[in-house]
């Protein structure tokens, strides 16, 4: 999945970063491991940011796959299915989440 920050500058792999939640500034920074993090997102409150953080969480759940494989229980092979739609999550502004 992609993360895009609020103004759209930063478009960061989900599975290549870790999110930071900074309580003192009320913004979410994505770390790559490489330097400097990433403004991600700003928030009013600490409730909207703990919200954006649980709604990437949730849009990041919404994805299935599956490789495929022999069944252990019985005697047939399941083949791989993937439910890609676009997996994109952009931080919403702050007028745009609701407590």
Request: with cysteine; hydrophobic share 35%.
């Amino acid at each position: 999945m992609r993360i895009i920050s609020q103004d759209g500058g930063i478009d960061l792999p989900y599975d290549n970063v870790i999110l930071e939640a900074m309580y003192d500034c009320k913004s979410i920074f994505a770390h790559t491991g490489t330097g400097q993090p990433y403004r991600m997102a700003e928030y009013s409150s600490v409730e909207k940011m703990d919200k954006a953080m649980e709604m990437v969480r949730s849009k990041y759940g919404e994805y299935l796959y599956g490789e495929g494989g022999a069944m252990a229980t019985a005697n047939f092979y399941v083949p791989a299915f993937a439910f890609t739609p676009p997996k994109v999550f952009r931080f919403p502004e702050d007028d745009e989440v609701k407590l």
